[in-house]
C-alpha cells in the first residue's frame, strides 16, 4: 500500500436528505490479523488483487451488535431495540 504523505481529503457538508434507515452500533471491536499475501489472493475472485503492507496481506474483523433498527417515520422493529 503506498500513502502519499500530501493526500488530503476534501471537506464535505453533511447530505441534506433524511436517512433511508436508521440504526444503532454497539460494542464494537476491530480486529486485524496479517497473512501471507498468496494466503488471501487464492481467496479472492479472479481479477482482484491483494494489497499489501510491509509485505503482508491484513483481514479485518468487525464484530458489533445493531440495535434500534428503523425507518425515520415507524417505530423501532421489535425485538431489535434495546
Known sequence: MNLDPNLQLELRERPAERPVMLQKWRDLS????????????ALLPEGLTVDTFDGKAW????????????????????????
Open 30 to 41: 476491530f480486529l486485524h490479523f496479517s497473512l501471507e499475501p498468496d494466503v488471501v489472493q
Open 59 to 82: 483481514i479485518g474483523l468487525v464484530p458489533f451488535w445493531m440495535t434500534g433498527i428503523r425507518f425515520p417515520w415507524v417505530p423501532p422493529i421489535p425485538g431489535t431495540h434495546t
